[in-house]
């Protein structure tokens, strides 16, 4: 609940943002797609205090936002609210929308204020508790690849890249770190970071990926996992309402392009004892012992948790050879084609960088299957092997499900998943999943008429 020194916090803050008339309140879905409510500045001390309502169904949704009525949370439910509590920090101005509005993000709970099982947020927050127990704290930061994408489509329906601001050509080229592409998306680039800004997010780097207009802005470290992801979350509102302003949409799709890289969200993740020692750092590029156990977990636990790294069609679609995405549990230094590398550094920044999900993963529940899987490891102290040395496609095979229903299955079998997620929000995360999934595969495609019409 509220303490009165939000309350006054509150208020100091709407007398500095006197401009202020409306609060977007945000509550990240499964999907981390943004539901919630517009309401006037008159309400938010209220709203602090009491909380919002909101149906619990919010979490039952597919991204098309239908309710998936087998999750027992819409009419089974009869659509019932629960309270939506701010999360502390996150109020703050949105600089693309004009000096009147502001942003809130809120939390989901049951009447008695006890977190609601189907909010990633609370899944997150479960998960850290097993940390506190170990008196380490995890330290995350959160990578984010994007396409910014015309606002016209093909006239096949398909995203193409949008017309270069500065040169007016529409490039189609593969063209990495390219400073030519950053100084064509400059002034927009800019606004990024002066928005950022604005909102407190810690946005570091910004640079340009393999794809026409694809783009990658990386968060700066965090000893809070919650916060980290919270981060992340008002990245992607921030980098799409940017993007409008320029005429543009971008895009965190995994793979709008056949024939392009994909997008994803990697986690970079260390852990500190009580003194702030990384308990990873080692003289040995490979890290400690410790860091060893943690890439262990996660290896072990790859399968049950590509649900969760691949929640959508599309996100299989990006899980291609030689395209920077890995197939297999392996672990390198300094190799970008693994799925779990330790960066080149100082020894004391010693960490794990995670490469396996979609831009579309939820942060939330990206980062609770991460620390999840390192927890497992570093109890258990399990062995990942040898790190693989040379070229993660050719000399390895690939192991982990690359389908919607082979990843579901694994989720939703895996007594590790239970053990940290819960039966609860286990079964709800499958159903809404397998929902959407039913649906998209009841579509007919325009493919299928080309290749199957006349050929059946």
């Given at each position: 609940m509220p303490q009165p020194a939000d309350h006054e916090r509150l208020r100091a803050w709407l007398l500095e943002h006197a401009q202020v008339r409306y609060v977007d309140l945000l509550l990240p879905d499964q999907m981390g797609v943004l539901r919630g409510k517009r309401v006037t500045i008159e309400d938010i001390e209220s709203i602090q205090r009491d909380g919002l309502l909101?149906?619990?169904?919010?979490?039952?949704?597919?991204?098309?936002?239908?309710?998936?009525?087998?999750?027992?949370?819409?009419?089974?439910?009869?659509?019932?609210?629960?309270?939506?509590?701010?999360?502390?920090?996150?109020?703050?101005?949105?600089?693309?929308?004009?000096?009147?509005?502001?942003?809130?993000?809120?939390?989901?709970?049951?009447?008695?204020?006890?977190?609601?099982?189907?909010?990633?947020?609370?899944?997150?927050?479960?998960?850290?508790?097993?940390?506190?127990?170990?008196?380490?704290?995890?330290?995350?930061?959160?990578?984010?690849?994007?396409?910014?994408?015309?606002?016209?489509?093909?006239?096949?329906?398909?995203?193409?890249?949008?017309?270069?601001?500065?040169?007016?050509?529409?490039?189609?080229?593969?063209?990495?770190?390219?400073?030519?592409?950053?100084?064509?998306?400059?002034?927009?680039?800019?606004?990024?970071?002066?928005?950022?800004?604005?909102?407190?997010?810690?946005?570091?780097?910004?640079?340009?990926?393999?794809?026409?207009?694809?783009?990658?802005?990386?968060?700066?470290?965090?000893?809070?996992?919650?916060?980290?992801?919270?981060?992340?979350?008002?990245?992607?509102?921030?980098?799409r309402g940017v993007a409008l302003q320029h005429g543009m949409e971008a895009t965190f799709m995994p793979k709008p392009y056949r024939d392009q890289a994909g997008s994803g969200a990697h986690l970079h993740v260390s852990l500190v004892d009580s003194a702030g020692r990384n308990v990873f750092a080692a003289d040995d590029p490979a890290g400690s012992e410790m860091l060893r156990h943690a890439i262990g977990g996660l290896a072990a636990t790859i399968d049950a948790t590509m649900a969760v790294c691949a929640p959508t069609a599309n996100s299989y679609r990006r899980f291609r050879p030689e395209a920077y995405v890995p197939l297999n549990p392996s672990w390198a230094v300094n190799n970008r084609g693994v799925a779990f590398r330790i960066p080149h550094g100082p020894p004391a920044g010693r960490r794990v960088e995670h490469r396996v999900a979609g831009a579309d993963a939820n942060p939330y529940l990206l980062a609770a299957i991460v620390l999840a899987g390192m927890h497992h490891g570093l109890t258990g102290k399990l062995d990942p092997g040898a790190p693989l040395a040379g070229n993660a496609y050719r000399d390895s095979r690939v192991t982990i499900p690359l389908t919607w229903p082979e990843a579901l299955s694994a989720f939703e079998r895996s007594d590790f998943v239970r053990h940290y997620f819960g039966d609860a929000f286990t079964d709800l995360y499958v159903n809404t999943r397998r929902g959407e999934m039913r649906e998209f595969n009841s579509h007919i495609s325009a493919l299928d008429y080309t290749w199957y019409l006349t050929t059946s």
């Open positions: 909101l149906p619990a169904s919010m979490f039952a949704l597919d991204v098309l936002g239908g309710t998936v009525e087998s999750t027992g949370l819409g009419f089974d439910d009869g659509d019932a609210d629960r309270i939506c509590l701010p999360v502390p920090g996150s109020l703050a101005p949105v600089p693309w929308l004009g000096p009147e509005v502001a942003q809130m993000q809120v939390s989901m709970y049951e009447h008695d204020r006890r977190p609601f099982h189907g909010d990633p947020r609370h899944v997150l927050a479960g998960v850290l508790r097993h940390f506190r127990d170990l008196d380490l704290t995890p330290v995350m930061a959160v990578e984010l690849e994007f396409y910014l994408v015309d606002r016209e489509r093909t006239p096949e329906g398909h995203a193409q890249p949008p017309l270069l601001p500065l040169s007016g050509r529409r490039e189609f080229r593969t063209q990495i770190n390219s400073m030519m592409d950053l100084n064509e998306y400059s002034a927009l680039l800019a606004a990024i970071d002066a928005a950022a800004r604005v909102q407190s997010l810690p946005v570091g780097t910004v640079l340009a990926e393999y794809g026409p207009g694809q783009f990658e802005v990386n968060l700066h470290h965090v000893p809070d996992a919650l916060t980290a992801c919270d981060h992340a979350i008002r990245l992607k509102r921030l980098v």
